[in-house]
């Protein structure tokens, strides 16, 4: 029997409009603990929108947010206590030190342990900077420590929004880390907004693909890599150019391309054989045939329709 999760947010029909836009266009979807969940979409998808609604800092025109099991319109205080979160660029205090600054947000949610405290600072890797004011500090470690702010008072809910700004390589990879240890281990819940979809692919459980304010998809990464709507093959041909006439028009190929003497086009997997019969007999020589895996950026513009800009 499958262990049952706790939900830890609930949205649905989340419906924002700006003028005769909708940024958000009934928006629903579910984050259980210990997953992380990434939020996905290009530029001006509605992201921010949908995160600003779940967090209060807007007020969306239709839906319901539960966080906890707190619906956020009628027990706001008590949703807002098991969040944690980072929404463009966290508030600080720039002549005190990163500890003062997590100690003084911690005071917000009560009686914090100084252990706490110590363990954060720990986990986002500024322990030995911990006592340097914060306008000593780059982007990368003031996005650290607006991440030991978020989690210092072990919330059910993890908002994180852009994330790995200003991080370095080494910052990116024990971000990902402690994200997956407070999921994993913790059981705690995270929803992260990123536009960097190898980062999301190394990091997330499911992944939720937004576009023109509509949910598109809730799907595991694995299930998003086989959504390409066909297989793309690069066929080595002694012809070309009499290759591509052979193909052109063929309903079983799509998006021919030719570079060299290699023919890549879409197939389906049970018109391989067929496609490659047509060359053959049609007086082409084949030295190989190969399946191309599909990268995570093509599969996301498919599944967008093509969005230029991915944010």
């Not at 947010?9 to 990434?38: C, M, P, Q, R």
């Not at 921010?48 to 706001?76: A, C, H, M, Q, R």
């Not at 500024?126 to 990368?140: E, F, N, Q, T, V």
Request: with cysteine; proline share 3%; hydrophobic share 35%.
């Amino acid at each position: 029997m499958a262990e049952e999760r706790h939900l830890a947010l609930s949205i649905k029909n989340i419906t924002k409009i700006y003028g005769k836009k909708k940024a958000a266009d009934h928006v629903s979807f579910d984050i259980h603990e210990g997953e992380i969940f990434g939020f996905l979409g290009p530029n001006g998808a509605g992201k921010t929108t949908v995160i600003k609604s779940i967090l209060g800092f807007i007020f969306p025109d239709e839906g319901e947010v539960s966080i906890n099991g707190y619906d956020t319109k009628k027990d706001y205080e008590k949703a807002m206590a098991s969040v944690g979160g980072i929404v463009e660029n966290p508030e600080m205090y720039v002549n005190l030190s990163a500890r003062k600054n997590i100690e003084m947000y911690a005071r917000i949610h009560g009686n914090i342990p100084k252990e706490r405290i110590d363990e954060v600072i720990n986990e986002v890797g500024l322990s030995g900077r911990s006592k340097d004011p914060i306008r000593k500090y780059s982007l990368g470690m003031k996005q650290r420590i607006g991440l030991a702010q978020a989690m210092v008072h072990k919330p059910k809910l993890l908002i994180l929004d852009e994330p790995t700004n200003g991080l370095d390589p080494t910052g990116i990879h024990q971000l990902r880390d402690v994200l997956k240890k407070y999921a994993h281990e913790q059981k705690g819940a995270v929803m992260v907004s990123s536009h960097i979809l190898s980062e999301m692919q190394l990091l997330c459980d499911r992944v939720g693909i937004i576009n023109n304010g509509k949910l598109i998809s809730v799907c595991t990464m694995e299930e998003l890599e086989k959504m390409n709507s066909s297989s793309r093959y690069s066929i080595k041909v002694s012809d070309a150019g009499k290759a591509e006439e052979l193909l052109k028009g063929n309903e079983k190929v799509s998006n021919i391309e030719v570079q060299d003497n290699t023919i890549k086009a879409g197939i389906e997997e049970e018109d391989i054989a067929s496609v490659v019969r047509l060359l053959v007999t049609g007086g082409v020589d084949i030295s190989e045939v190969r399946k191309n895996e599909s990268s995570l950026e093509e599969v996301f513009l498919q599944v967008t329709g093509g969005g230029i800009d991915i944010e």
